[in-house]
């Protein structure tokens, strides 16, 4: 394991809905850590630099009751750390849901430089929008 610190503080950060604490994992950001998220969202887009990272998330939680996750795993790929998660949350608005999102974290001197969250947008607009989240069924083949 390369990234054994960056491992662990994933895990406490995305681990157990409720219990989530994303402090050890703040603490390793870097100053100038390049974050992206989806624009398909009012809050997306790339933000540069630790305090528009957390401005970001910040920002994000004001329209969110709770918005927790939990990990189905933390893998580590040479300098990449990367955390597939069930996210469940619910608005303001009153509306929930429950998807699944995938953190990609780089690492550079033992610090995260860049992330990137993909993430089921079109359920987050639809919640935002004051909609419920559409779901549509399976296609069925032949």
């Known amino acids: 394991m390369k990234h054994p610190h960056i491992i662990e503080a994933c895990r406490k950060a995305f681990t157990g809905f409720e219990r989530n604490d994303k402090t050890d994992l703040v603490a390793l950001l870097a100053d100038d850590i390049v974050f992206e998220f989806s624009d398909s969202l009012p809050y997306g887009g790339t ?51 429950q998807n699944e999102h995938l953190f990609l974290f780089e690492v550079r001197d033992g610090r995260i430089v860049h992330g990137r969250l993909y993430a089921d947008t079109a359920r987050g607009r639809d919640i935002l929008e004051d909609r419920p989240p559409k779901r549509y069924p399976k296609l069925v083949v032949g």
């Open 47 to 97: 933000y540069e630099g630790k305090q528009e990272f957390l401005a970001f998330w910040k920002h994000v939680y004001q329209k969110w009751e709770s918005f927790n996750y939990d990990a189905r795993a933390v893998l580590e790929a040479d300098d990449y750390i990367i955390v597939p998660v069930i996210a469940r949350a619910k608005a303001l608005n009153g509306y929930s849901m």
